[in-house]
């Protein structure tokens, strides 16, 4: 029997002449060895690859070798699992992931003591869309992280706005109203309750659109600053401008519009009607102006100025089919910030966060996760490390609270005036002037009594 090869450079010879991709991360998840036909498949020098920490996330916003090695991420968990498998994946031709079956092995003396993890991959590619066998139906947390990769790359190639996470009607409503304003430079007017992520849609359409003439995106605070602020604001704006072709185009970001005083809004629609150089606006507000505009309640030329094209932000509450791909990407944006990595949540949690009302919006769930990432001790989130708020929420849909029957007192008291004067005239067998007596009153008392309680006729 031929002697095993012991020597570093022995093993690393064989692993070049493997044909399957190889690579080695140590217990931090940093890659410390791949093989020349990882290399060939992931398109990436060694020098660039090597060095790299596998964070379990999807977020496009991470590029070069940092997102590839993204994409070589083993699932959470597989550091002290043993041996698993899973699925791993690089950028294709065209932006397309192509993704391949590995095997995730723990180097060390034991799974609690694994000091790396060795992964092997499939020589082929898995076919597109969905498990290529039965064996290889995702959890529901793996398949919210391959659905949330699928989703950023097809939102960011059409809308630049991939974190507009969700599926909803209401949000592919958003997302093509959203690429309409990247594609313009006219006002707009973003719609929806505080939390619901009107600032990053600002954002998402300033820094999208018509970039060689961008310019900066100041954002002002309606419901704090006056009209003078503003105004002076404007001033200095046009102060800095630099006539010619290439003048850059600002974006003047008006926060909760809808706040401004009257007599602000009159003095900011002549400064707005009057500006001589180019500026954007963009605007929030809680409702449509030109609906506040036909009650009364807001300046109708200033509403018709700001609300060129309008965007509607839905409140969590009412697309919360986008909850559990929102909660992922979140729990994938905290795997980027810090060394603890979590494959998402486990559908007990997921269940109790869909019976929660989220007040807050997005705002909400952004502290919610990131308070439940930071307490989970396992590889995912489970129901025990969400907030308290969360489960009580859980408690009381429940066992919901019977409905409190509201007492009008004037109809009880009647109720029983008439019932009292029923038993009166049954015991007096019809005869008036008796029950009169019964009741303690005197009979044309009575007859008015009858008349009031609606009994004439039963008298």
Same mark, same amino acid.
């Given at each position: 029997?031929?002697?095993?090869?012991?020597?570093?450079?022995?093993?690393?010879?064989?692993? @070049?002449?493997?044909?399957?991709?190889?690579?080695?991360?140590?217990?931090?998840?940093?890659?410390?060895?791949?093989?020349?036909?990882?290399?060939?498949?992931?398109?990436?020098?060694?020098?660039?690859?090597?060095?790299?920490?596998?964070?379990?996330?999807?977020?496009?916003?991470?590029?070069?070798?940092?997102?590839?090695?993204?994409?070589?991420?083993?699932?959470?968990?597989?550091?002290?699992?043993?041996?698993?498998?899973?699925?791993?994946?690089?950028?294709?031709?065209?932006?397309?992931?192509?993704?391949?079956?590995?095997?995730?092995?723990?180097?060390?003396?034991?799974?609690?003591?694994?000091?790396?993890?060795?992964?092997?991959?499939?020589?082929?590619?898995?076919?597109?869309?969905?498990?290529?066998?039965?064996?290889?139906?995702?959890?529901?947390?793996?398949?919210?992280?391959?659905?949330?990769?699928?989703?950023?790359?097809?939102?960011?190639?059409?809308?630049?706005?991939?974190?507009?996470?969700?599926?909803?009607?209401?949000?592919?409503?958003?997302?093509?109203?959203?690429?309409?304003?990247?594609?313009?430079?006219?006002?707009?007017?973003?719609?929806?309750?505080?939390?619901?992520?009107?600032?990053?849609?600002?954002?998402?359409?300033?820094?999208?659109?018509?970039?060689?003439?961008?310019?900066? &995106?100041?954002?002002?605070?309606?419901?704090?600053?006056?009209?003078?602020?503003?105004?002076?604001?404007?001033?200095?704006?046009?102060?800095?401008?630099?006539?010619?072709?290439?003048?850059?185009?600002?974006?003047?970001?008006?926060?909760?519009?809808?706040?401004?005083?009257?007599?602000?809004?009159? @003095?900011?629609?002549?400064?707005?009607?009057?500006?001589?150089?180019?500026?954007? &606006?963009?605007?929030?507000?809680?409702?449509?102006?030109?609906?506040?505009?036909?009650?009364?309640?807001?300046?109708?030329?200033?509403?018709?100025?700001?609300?060129?094209?309008?965007?509607?932000?839905?409140?969590?509450?009412?697309?919360?089919?986008?909850?559990?791909?929102?909660?992922?990407?979140?729990?994938?944006?905290?795997?980027?910030?810090?060394?603890?990595?979590?494959?998402?949540?486990?559908?007990?949690?997921?269940?109790?966060?869909?019976?929660?009302?989220?007040?807050?919006?997005?705002?909400?769930?952004?502290?919610?996760?990131?308070?439940?990432?930071?307490?989970?001790?396992?590889?995912?989130?489970?129901?025990?490390?969400?907030?308290?708020?969360?489960?009580?929420?859980?408690?009381?849909?429940?066992?919901?609270?019977?409905?409190?029957?509201?007492?009008?007192?004037?109809?009880?008291?009647?109720?029983?005036?008439?019932?009292?004067?029923?038993?009166? &005239?049954?015991?007096?067998?019809?005869?008036?002037?008796?029950?009169?007596?019964?009741?303690?009153?005197?009979?044309?008392? &009575?007859?008015?009594?009858?008349?009031?309680?609606?009994?004439?006729? @039963?008298?």
């Amino acid at each position: 029997m031929p002697r095993l090869p012991t020597s570093a450079k022995e093993l690393a010879r064989l692993l @070049e002449a493997t044909p399957q991709p190889v690579y080695v991360l140590d217990d931090l998840q940093t890659i410390v060895f791949c093989n020349q036909a990882c290399l060939d498949w992931v398109g990436q020098p060694a020098e660039e690859l090597l060095g790299c920490r596998c964070a379990y996330h999807s977020s496009p916003e991470v590029t070069g070798a940092d997102a590839v090695a993204a994409g070589l991420c083993p699932p959470p968990g597989a550091l002290s699992a043993g041996e698993t498998t899973g699925t791993v994946a690089c950028p294709g031709p065209g932006g397309r992931l192509r993704r391949r079956r590995a095997r995730f092995l723990s180097l060390g003396a034991g799974a609690d003591d694994a000091v790396g993890l060795w992964v092997i991959v499939d020589a082929a590619d898995l076919p597109e869309g969905g498990p290529s066998t039965p064996r290889d139906v995702p959890s529901e947390s793996v398949w919210l992280h391959e659905h949330l990769r699928r989703f950023r790359q097809q939102a960011a190639a059409r809308y630049q706005a991939d974190r507009l996470v969700g599926d909803s009607l209401a949000m592919r409503r958003a997302r093509a109203q959203i690429g309409v304003a990247i594609a313009s430079n006219a006002s707009v007017l973003i719609v929806g309750p505080p939390g619901s992520g009107r600032q990053h849609a600002a954002r998402v359409i300033h820094y999208a659109g018509h970039a060689p003439s961008r310019g900066s &995106l100041v954002p002002l605070a309606c419901s704090l600053l006056g009209a003078e602020l503003i105004q002076s604001t404007v001033s200095a704006l046009a102060e800095r401008h630099a006539p010619g072709p290439q003048a850059r185009r600002r974006t003047l970001l008006l926060g909760d519009v809808d706040g401004l005083p009257s007599e602000a809004q009159a @003095e900011l629609a002549g400064l707005f009607a009057a500006r001589s150089f180019p500026l954007r &606006l963009i605007a929030t507000a809680t409702r449509p102006l030109l609906e506040l505009a036909r009650e009364g309640g807001f300046r109708e030329d200033l509403a018709s100025m700001l609300s060129t094209i309008v965007i509607e932000l839905p409140p969590l509450s009412r697309r919360r089919e986008d909850l559990p791909l929102l909660a992922q990407a979140l729990v994938e944006e905290a795997n980027i910030r810090g060394e603890k990595q979590l494959r998402g949540f486990s559908p007990e949690a997921l269940d109790l966060m869909d019976a929660y009302p989220w007040p807050g919006n997005i705002d909400e769930l952004v502290r919610v996760v990131a308070e439940a990432h930071q307490d989970a001790e396992g590889p995912e989130i489970v129901a025990a490390d969400l907030p308290r708020p969360i489960h009580l929420a859980a408690e009381a849909a429940a066992h919901p609270r019977r409905a409190e029957e509201t007492i009008v007192l004037d109809e009880y008291l009647a109720a029983i005036q008439r019932e009292l004067v029923r038993r009166a &005239l049954a015991r007096a067998k019809g005869n008036k002037a008796k029950a009169a007596r019964l009741l303690g009153m005197t009979r044309p008392r &009575l007859y008015r009594r009858l008349v009031q309680l609606g009994l004439e006729q @039963e008298g």
